[in-house]
């Protein structure tokens, strides 16, 4: 693979499942990021990563948690899924955060019901 | 909290045109970055203009960013079908910061 690759593309959850979400990269690429994009809002950072092992919280962290045990790696998991949470879910990745690029997978469309 | 403001909301030119998109902030940034996304996919990164940099160029793609006006434009010249997209503009200082973006389209 090159790039970012995020799985499933879609998927339909009924409220209160626990889902996860999966990024994998294979840049090598020390900082990692999950965004939501809501129609006319842009994208919005939920949480980042700056290197494996580390994860900080961003704009709208709530009902979210993502781990980082390895520089590939960074799922995204909601706990308990609500309908405010659907949104297609972008996951990026930068050699380091803050200045450089992002690069973005192909992102995954997550219906709450 | 959106940093960036992209202006227009929706562009609509005949191929073989400009099009330029304003970006506006709020606060000191370290760059500002321009991306496409085309319709159902991820982000694409376009070009990067540093806080000290004024101008910037790539392609057909033309980057300006006014730190005293905290504005930026985006202008692609000679435009094609395969320029329809939505350009977003996204602000860095310590994280990215996204606006709500531009989309263009392009008519052949």
């Known amino acids: 693979i090159a790039g970012i690759t995020q799985a499933p593309t879609s998927q339909i959850l009924a409220a209160g499942r626990r889902m996860t979400l999966r990024c994998t990269q294979d840049m090598r690429h020390n900082a990692m990021y999950w965004y939501r994009q809501d129609l006319g809002l842009g994208l919005r950072l939920i949480h980042y990563s700056n290197t494996a092992g580390t994860t900080g919280k961003g704009e709208v962290p709530d009902g979210y948690s993502v781990s980082r045990a390895n520089t590939d790696d960074f799922p995204l998991t909601l706990a308990s899924a609500v309908p405010s949470q659907t949104s297609v879910y972008f996951c990026?990745?930068?050699?380091?955060?803050?200045?450089?690029?992002?690069?973005f997978g192909p992102g995954t469309r997550l219906t709450v019901l | 909290s959106q940093q960036g403001e992209e202006d227009p909301q929706a562009l609509s030119i005949q191929e073989g045109e400009n099009a330029t998109m304003n970006c506006s902030y709020k606060?000191?940034?370290?760059?500002l970055q321009w991306y496409r996304q085309n319709s159902g996919r991820g982000l694409v990164h376009l070009i990067l203009i540093r806080s000290n940099e004024r101008e910037k160029h790539s392609g057909r793609l033309r980057v300006t960013l006014d730190t005293s006006k905290k504005s930026s434009s985006l202008l692609i010249t000679a435009s094609r079908a395969a320029d329809t997209a939505s350009y977003f503009c996204?602000?860095?200082?310590?994280?990215?910061?996204f606006g709500s973006g531009t989309q263009l389209t392009v008519l052949p």
């Open positions: 996204a602000t860095e200082r310590g994280q990215l910061t």
């Open positions: 606060t000191s940034i370290n760059n």
């Open positions: 990026a990745s930068s050699v380091d955060r803050g200045r450089d690029e992002q690069f």
